[in-house]
């Protein structure tokens, strides 16, 4: 009868211990499913950020382009505005002083009355 009790104990204790793994087992399956699902939602962000990224990328990329042919354009102008430039100091007689940030300088020639006159206007005033 002693052995018998004693083996009944055994497999009570191995019963509890038996009933402790497969909840550990439960809780682990359970924080697996957890980080399973958190890496999927990780995975979605992820291709959605990307997905982000390459639609910021195009739009860079197009910007780019419209700058670069408004450079372009830009720098063919330079020419002849350099031409329109020159006629207008040879017509007017005015030349001016691009060195001068905050105001509009330069001078004046009038060639028939042999002056040549320095003037300045601040657009502040």
């Known amino acids: ?4 009790q ?3 104990e055994a497999f009570q204790h191995e019963s ?3 009933y402790k793994m497969v ?13 399973e699902q958190s890496f ?10 990307r997905s982000h990224i390459y ?19 830009r720098m063919q102008q330079v020419p002849k505005i350099k031409n329109q430039i020159s006629l207008y100091a040879k ?7 691009y060195h001068r940030d905050s105001v509009l300088a330069g001078e004046v020639a009038i060639p028939s009355l042999g002056v040549i006159s320095r003037f ?3 657009p502040r005033d």
Request: aromatic share 4%; no cysteine; net charge negative.
């Open 6 to 8: 004693e083996e009944r």
């Open 16 to 18: 509890d211990d038996i």
């Open 120 to 122: 300045s206007i601040d």
């Open 55 to 73: 639609s910021h990328q195009q739009a860079v990329a197009e910007q780019r382009e419209e700058i670069d042919a408004v450079e372009v354009e």
């Open 40 to 49: 999927t939602e990780a995975k979605e962000q992820e291709m959605e950020i």
């Open 91 to 97: 017509t007017t007689g005015i030349r001016w002083d």
């Open 23 to 35: 909840q550990t087992i439960n809780d682990l399956q359970g924080t697996v499913s957890d980080y």
């Open 1 to 4: 009868a002693n052995q018998i």
